[in-house]
């Protein structure tokens, strides 16, 4: 092909690091012209140029292209001071183009400009300017590049840029889970007041009822009276909680659960409202019991207790009272009102 003046033959296409130092064109506060070619089978001239001087000089490149070049160029910066060559800054223009480099090997690219047919002629020339202040001092010593050095900061800040995401996506992953765990132990309640009302009604064997209690117990506080539905009597302090729910006739479940501070010596009374005094006939698990009162000895802090218990009596309702010694001193936890034995 015919030749472009600025190279021993067309000028190439693509840039590589031999061709880039062994072909470089030296340009040192002067002004360098070449004319070249552009056709449909040549769209890109390349011209390494090389800057002398000092790594810590400042120098401006400015490239420019005569009128009617029918192309545009791109300016190419780059790093001369790493174990490679890599290009550092670009910069865009068509009939002129700038910018501020250090010295070495750097690259100007010549394109064809689009829409344009046939082979197109085109003047360039190059001139470099040392910009480099008069009382800049020298760098004394080896320049080196200590990128690498970085490297465990960058990836420091880049996990704690990325942490956060990490905490949601954790934090998703705990919420999915406790959702599977709560749902598990909804169906396991479920089966367990089914299997206790059951037992109740059938007049089990003291030692089902008595594991089935057990069970309950072991499962989180705030799920069970969820998913017990509403109790018949209530009564919450801050220190415990007291519920009631009826079974079936003169049947009753009742669950304690301590909040803080424990009772000692704790006793459960089932005072009779309207009537004669209730009298148990059934407690499980097995608790010594006089009359209308259960004797519970210790309720330690963040236990629950369920009791089932059967009353004989006819009294129309009944108060709900707990009893016992908290920090060596006598409590006693009552509800507000009384229960209705009667009512469905």
């Known amino acids: 092909s015919d030749g472009d003046d600025g190279c021993h033959h067309d000028c190439p296409d693509l840039i590589h690091e031999n061709s880039l130092q062994s072909g470089a064109h030296p340009i040192e506060n002067t002004r360098w012209e070449t004319r070249g070619w552009l056709s449909e089978n040549d769209t890109v001239d390349v011209y390494p140029i090389f800057i002398p001087g000092e790594i810590w000089e400042t120098h401006r490149v400015i490239a420019n292209l005569a009128d009617g070049a029918n192309a545009k160029m791109q300016l190419q910066s780059w790093n001369n001071s790493g174990p490679y060559l890599t290009p550092l800054d670009v910069a865009h223009g068509e009939q002129n183009v700038g910018l501020n480099m250090t010295p070495g090997y750097h690259v100007l690219k010549v394109i064809r400009a689009d829409g344009v047919s046939g082979s197109n002629a085109y003047d360039l020339d190059i001139q470099t ?127 304690i659960h301590v909040e803080s501070n424990s009772w000692e010596l704790a006793a459960l009374r089932f005072v009779a409202t309207e009537g004669p005094s209730w009298k148990l006939s059934k407690v499980s698990p097995a608790s010594l019991f006089d009359g209308d009162e259960i004797f519970l000895d210790t309720l330690e802090t963040g236990s629950t207790r369920f009791i089932q218990l059967e009353l004989e009596g006819t009294a129309a309702g009944l108060d709900l009272q707990l009893s016992g010694l908290v920090d060596g001193k006598p409590l006693a936890a009552i509800p507000a009102r009384a229960l209705l034995m009667d009512d469905d």
Do not use: C
Request: proline fraction near 3%; glycine fraction near 6%.
């Open 129 to 255: 300017v040392n910009m480099t202040p008069e009382d800049a001092e020298p760098f004394e010593g080896e320049m080196v590049d200590r990128w690498r050095e970085f490297i465990p900061f960058y990836i420091a800040v880049g996990a704690l840029l990325l942490a956060p995401l990490g905490y949601v996506l954790w934090s998703s992953r705990g919420m999915a889970l406790d959702n599977e765990v709560q749902a598990h132990e909804r169906g396991r309640l479920k089966r367990l007041r089914e299997r206790i009302k059951r037992l109740i009604e059938s007049n089990a064997e003291q030692f089902e009822i008595d594991s089935a209690l057990q069970m309950l117990e072991e499962v989180q506080w705030r799920a069970t009276i969820a998913e017990m539905g509403e109790a018949n009597l209530s009564h919450h302090t801050d220190s415990i909680t007291l519920k009631a729910w009826k079974i079936s006739g003169r049947n009753l479940l009742v669950g």
